[in-house]
């Protein structure tokens, strides 16, 4: 019976997560230890600011990019006109959901105009104040100034290690049902125990 209840509260209320990169250095570790909550986006929207585990776009862990769609063959070709990514961050979500699971931090919901500057999101023309980031050290992702709209039902996530985190700036603002719940609390290792 106890074994039942775990696995049910597992899959159903709270399930543990481990960071498996650098993308949110200093915020996370990699092995850190999360523990996600299932439940409150049954109740509520993301927010700005929640970081959050989700499923990214297919093929995202593999290096696919803005406007890459699969073809029979599994050859991916990217639409040219579909963004610039030397100006702007992609507009659209990418095709498809992957198995794998990613987190990092909502920085943009539906409705929000974005653009990026030194790796800060700049949200309905306002610069996001972001102490807990490792900032950019340059280049384009750094730096995006044509403005997108986020769509309907979609958020845009951001590692905190702008400059080295694969995410929405590159493959698109991820889909509300592909939101798997809010990491709240680290359990490992013991030194770094906390809320989040």
């Not at 990026?116 to 949200?123: A, K, L, M």
Request: proline share 10%; hydrophobic share 35%; charged share 25%.
């Amino acid at each position: 019976m106890a074994i039942g209840l775990a696995l049910v509260i597992q899959a159903f209320v709270v399930k543990p997560y481990q960071i498996p990169s650098a993308s949110m250095e200093p915020t996370l570790d990699i092995g850190q230890r999360v523990l996600v909550n299932r439940v409150n986006y049954h109740l509520s929207d993301p927010d700005r600011g929640d970081i959050v585990v989700f499923h990214p776009p297919e093929g995202a862990e593999k290096g696919r990019r803005c406007g890459a769609q699969t073809s029979n063959e599994g050859d991916t070709d990217a639409d040219e006109n579909t963004y610039n990514p030397a100006t702007q961050a992609c507009p659209k979500p990418t095709e498809g959901t992957a198995d794998t699971n990613f987190i990092k931090r909502v920085v943009a919901v539906p409705g929000d105009r974005l653009r990026i500057e030194d790796g800060h999101p700049v949200i309905n023309g306002e610069v996001q104040e972001e102490d807990f980031i490792r900032p950019c050290a340059g280049g384009n992702s750094c730096n995006l100034p044509e403005e997108i709209v986020i769509p309907p039902d979609h958020y845009f996530m951001m590692g905190d290690n702008r400059g080295q985190s694969d995410d929405s700036r590159f493959w698109g603002p991820v889909p509300r049902e592909d939101i798997i719940g809010q990491a709240f609390f680290t359990y490992w290792p013991p030194d770094r125990i906390g809320i989040l």
